[in-house]
């Protein structure tokens, strides 16, 4: 399948979901809610999702570091910035990531930053992974908990298991994850981003009257955003507002707010990216004029 094509079927995929979800659960109730939002929840969903990028470069460049590729914090910023401007508006969801890629290529070559990028996601990954397994069991029950736990785990020897044929990949997330010297940092920053995204979720659901509680925030959101890593749609768009629709009632809150409150979020997501492509900018400016031969006067 060519690129294009992909392209064209997650976009019909993003709006035919999120045409089903709107017929579904009703789209004037939803557009009620949308235009009833508070500008000042939005705008600090918008600063929580803005603050998680320097946090995530940050450990992009914990994760780089450890690795032994050298990364100055402003490349870091400037980097991790542009990739989640193109990760959120152009499809795929992975094309800033293999930017950044190609640009430390010449580091230490191509697998070795490959490394760094993906190692540095799973974390997130994990992270989020781990809180949705908290929130069903507070919700559920430890029994459900802990059967999902020993799911985690199970999938993580199997990981060992194929970092075992390729030792590369062991050696690699001990060094980044593991180290002494490395691991206070990994899980700082690593939870640090987590509250970001997820208190940005809970402050987009503020925005449009929705109070979630701390044990059923716990519980929804991080499932919520976990159906974005499904590599079907344009950033999550479809799939992130049916899965809330069906999720959020669960705990007693409408459809139609619940997807109203995924728009939001979305949408904050979007602006987020654009003030994190702002240190970007700036760094592409100072890289720029600081190269350019200097005018001699006469």
Known sequence: MSARIKVLA???AS???LAAVLWQFGAGDIVADLQAASGLWFALACLALSVQIPLSALRWRVTARALGLPLTRGHALSEYGLSVLVNTFLPGG???DLGRVLRMRHVRGWQMAAATVVIERLAGQIALALTAILGVGLWYGAAVGLALA????????????LG???PKLVKALRLAWFARQVWPAQLGLSIAILACNLFGFWAAARAVGISVPFEVAIFILPLTLMVM??????????LREGAAALLWPLVGIAAQSAVAASVVFGAAVAGAALLGAVPWALYAWRTRHASAPEVQGK
Do not use: S
């Open 150 to 161: 020993g799911g985690m785990l199970a999938l993580g020897a199997a990981a060992y298991a």
């Open 164 to 166: 075992r044929i390729v």
């Open 229 to 238: 890593l499904v590599p079907v749609t344009l950033n999550g768009w479809g």
């Open 15 to 17: 709006m035919g979901l």
């Open 94 to 96: 992975v094309l800033g």
């Open 10 to 12: 997650r976009a019909l």
